[in-house]
């Protein structure tokens, strides 16, 4: 675009002239058009266009120039403020203006990719009734597919063995057909304690899963529901009631104490062995209660009997009928146990385990053996089923006639029953399983959220959904392994063929199945790329869904008035944090790998595109929020502030802008079912997270990038304080670790800017403008509002003094106060030194 030249008058260049009145350059510039040139020149020079170029015309007014040539002609530049609307004057603060204008087009692009596939939010909710009406039949017996229940475990100590034994028995007195129900545990840690406490789980399950056909208990596991308050009944059934409620809370009771006891039992139990049945100067062996040889890992880890070293184990824990002799209340029922399979995969050093996922595709091989389900649904070790129809709520969109074919699996909300009342850190993060997860669901579907989510097997080998499918396919080894039992459970699965009777447990099959789990299984297969669930990435969940997406099938979101599961979250900071670092440090992987969404997923649909994109690369908006989030130094420093003051109307853009971003917000938790305090614990553990875990987890891509080294993520612990019968214990521990420094930096920040500020005021109010004083007000707004986002970090700071907020609001204000003072100390004693 051109600009027109204005024109000037010799009066007007006199005024900016810095050679004098006789120079040529005077006369050559006061050619123009008389005295409406020289107004129009005023105008837009004194609005638009500054000098330029003085510097050099002093030089050449004071050496005469080389050849005695005067200048010839002047520069003008375009003020800053035009230019470069929040932009310093100055070229020391460019880097940041960039940095600045980056960051508001990443905002704006992460924003759109938000939104985009929010157009058509669904609500699915499971028709339980007619599921019941079509498939249970009037004999008592069902129609119903089976389903596999896959639980994960790694390690006993960071994730407790009651809250795994809670969930295999809320799955245990599910309300399913018992013959086409199966639940399979893995355990990474290859120990002992683990399996004997599934054999104690058997025991009492003969006690519980009645009780629970009984009375129609919610929730069914025994922990959570013991915790409830009874409520009050009347008449006879009442009295029936209270006498089963009190003899199971007993057994309970002393069902918790076997476990307890059960470390030390196998210490003492190995003791005697080792000292009667070990020759001298060999490995002192763990012993099992049948006298055999543990062949996982030993107390006393040795060669081959390691946690990172043992062979792999498959044993059935197997149901029973009911001892009706031991408890004569349950004498009207007849209730048989589902199957119940330990497992623990061959661990090997020179083999990588591939983490959850791995241990998922062993349990995925090793039920293909034993009972072959057409649904699989997999729980982490804590979360439990706290509806006992939500199975059959799941099965309900994969039988349905209208996408049930077409439905690769069911994604379930994920609840937690131990975050404190005020959820400090977002732990529901309701914002996203109930706004984000509806949103996907009128699309392609939800995506994995790694727990609580229901498979069709077949999607999960790799099958194309049926309008995408070829008319014949057979399994091959190549893709699925040497396995010939496994390859003919395939092609079996293919054709949705089912024995409901499990196979003889005779030492062929045994063999069969322990070679599923063989550390070296997965080479040369396509197990953790196009079969199961996928490998060399710290979140397996979000890549095995764009794996299923991208293959042409859909999945669904599934809702229930009463919760489908609970689990448990980390309330602990330092805990939650370590868990977001290894959630956005793979997707991230995702991003830089070739499941990347912008060009993976040949049949994956646009918006479905757009939202796994967002999934990927939001970490690094952190980034930009971390660099305006230390902007309030700008206090701290002498003299000026470093960002030139926008325009009045670039502001109120802005404010219409943020406007418009709540007023959609607010409609979003309007339909999504949010509260207010749940959308604001999400904005600001969000802020909390991008000072801390999400920069963190950018760096560890870097790093990745850089040295070509994998990503390193500890397990999440769910290990509570048991030292306290505060229930709420770990919410104030504060655990250090340098995540941690970035966020106490921008908080000291913006609480000494607030502080310094104040002192400001006092020194200059008298010299201050109106003007200024209004500007000063308006930037403090943006410091109080970064103050705001982490008060839950500043809880955390203050340890178990948090348990009183209002120390807070009092301590806060006597920050404020103490750099104040020190800073008109400061300009008292040094203000003529240095500038203050």
């Not at 924003?111 to 985009?116: D, E, G, K, T, V």
């Not at 913006?750 to 200024?772: E, F, H, L, Q, S």
Request: charge should be neutral; hydrophobic fraction near 40%.
């Amino acid at each position: 675009m051109a600009w027109p030249a204005p024109a000037a008058t010799g009066a007007d260049v006199r005024a900016v002239s810095t050679v004098g009145d006789g120079g040529l350059a005077d006369r050559l510039l006061a050619v123009g058009n008389g005295g409406a040139a020289t107004k129009q020149k005023s105008a837009v020079e004194g609005k638009y266009w500054v000098p330029a170029g003085e510097a050099e015309r002093q030089a050449a007014t004071e050496c005469g120039g080389e050849d005695a040539r005067p200048l010839l002609f002047r520069k003008y530049k375009l003020r800053g403020a035009i230019l470069h609307p929040y932009r310093h004057n100055k070229s020391n603060v460019m880097w940041f203006w960039t940095l600045s204008v980056a960051g508001d087009a990443w905002f704006g692009f992460s924003w759109l990719l938000n939104q985009l596939p929010k157009f058509n939010p669904i609500k699915s909710i499971p028709d339980l009734c007619a599921l019941k009406l079509h498939y249970d039949l009037p004999d008592g017996t069902s129609k119903l597919p089976g389903i596999d229940v896959f639980i994960t475990t790694a390690d006993p100590i960071n994730e407790p063995i009651l809250y795994t034994m809670n969930s295999i028995l809320s799955i245990l007195a599910t309300d399913y057909p018992v013959d086409r129900l199966a639940c399979y545990v893995s355990d990474d840690s290859g120990a002992l304690i683990l399996y004997e406490a599934l054999v104690e789980v058997a025991k009492f399950a003969t006690l519980w899963v009645p009780f629970c056909h009984k009375h129609c208990i919610e929730p069914r596991a025994p922990e959570s529901y013991f915790e409830l308050v009874v409520p009050p009944r009347t008449g006879r059934a009442s009295e029936e009631f209270a006498n089963d409620y009190k003899r199971l809370q007993m057994d309970y009771d002393d069902f918790k104490m076997r476990l307890n006891k059960l470390s030390d039992t196998i210490h003492k139990r190995s003791d005697v062995y080792n000292r009667t049945r070990t020759p001298e100067g060999d490995a002192q062996a763990t012993w099992m209660a049948n006298g055999m040889r543990w062949p996982g890992t030993w107390i006393d880890p040795t060669e081959n009997h390691g946690k990172g070293d043992h062979t792999g184990i498959v044993k059935a824990v197997n149901g029973s009928e009911v001892d009706a002799n031991r408890n004569p209340s349950f004498n009207t029922t007849d209730v048989c146990l589902p199957m119940l399979v330990y497992v623990s995969r061959e661990k090997n050093p020179n083999y990588d385990h591939n983490k959850k996922a791995g241990a998922l595709n062993a349990l995925l091989r090793v039920s293909a053996l034993l009972s072959n389900a057409q649904f699989i649904i997999n729980f982490d070790c804590d979360h439990y089923i706290n509806n006992s129809q939500a199975l059959r709520a799941a099965v309900c969109f994969m039988l349905d006639q209208r996408e049930g074919d077409y439905t690769a699996f069911v994604q379930f909300p994920q609840r937690f029953n131990n975050v404190d009342p005020t959820d400090r850190y977002g732990n529901h993060n309701r914002v996203f399983f109930d706004g984000t997860m509806l949103a996907l669901n009128g699309l392609q579907g939800p995506s994995y959220l790694g727990t609580g989510c229901m498979f069709r097997r077949i999607a999960l080998y790799g099958i194309d959904p049926p309008h995408c499918r070829p008319g014949n396919i057979t399994a091959e080894s190549n893709k699925y392994g040497n396995s010939t039992p496994l390859i003919d459970s395939v092609s079996k699965a293919i054709k949705q063929e089912r024995s409901t009777t499990p196979p003889p447990l005779d030492d062929t099959f045994v063999t069969g199945m322990e070679m599923v789990v063989t550390a070296s299984y997965d080479n040369g297969t396509d197990w953790g790329k196009g079969v199961g669930y996928i490998y060399d990435i710290a979140t397996e969940d979000i890549v095995t869904g764009f794996r299923i997406h991208g293959q042409g099938w859909r999945t669904m979101y599934c809702t229930m008035e009463h919760d489908a599961f609970c689990g448990t979250a980390p309330i602990n900071l330092t805990e939650r944090l370590h868990q977001i670092v290894r959630w956005s440090g793979g997707s991230l992987e995702m991003f830089f790998s070739h499941n990347n969404p912008l060009v993976g997923g040949q049949r994956l649909q646009l918006l479905q595109r757009v939202s796994y994109l967002n999934m990927t690369v939001y970490p690094v908006t952190s980034l930009f929020i971390l660099l305006y989030a230390l902007c309030p130094v700008m206090w701290l420093v002498p003299d000026e502030i470093h960002i030139q003051r926008p325009f009045t109307r670039y502001v109120v853009y802005l404010l219409i802008i943020i406007l418009m971003i709540h007023m959609i917000g607010w409609l979003e938790i309007k339909w999504a079912g949010v509260t207010w305090m749940d959308y604001w614990r999400n904005e600001q553990f969000f802020m909390i997270g991008s000072t801390s875990a999400y920069p963190i987890a950018v760096l560890h891509m870097a790093k990745r990038l850089l040295t070509k080294k994998g990503i390193h993520f500890r397990v999440t612990s769910k290990q509570t304080n048991s030292n306290t019968d505060d229930k709420f214990a770990d919410l104030y521990e504060m655990q250090w670790t340098p995540m941690l420094i970035p966020t106490v930096f921008v908080l000291v920040a913006n609480v000494g800017a607030i502080g310094v500020a104040m002192g400001k005021a006092v020194v200059y109010m008298g010299v201050w403008t109106v003007a200024k004083k209004v500007h000063a007000a308006l930037g403090l707004l943006f410091n109080v509002w970064i103050m705001v986002l982490l008060y839950p970090f500043a809880l955390a700071i203050m340890g178990r003094w948090a348990k009183r907020p209002i120390i807070l609001v009092v301590l806060l204000p006597a920050v404020f106060l103490v750099f104040g003072v020190i800073y008109v100390a400061f300009h008292i004693l040094l203000g003529n030194i240095i500038p203050i």
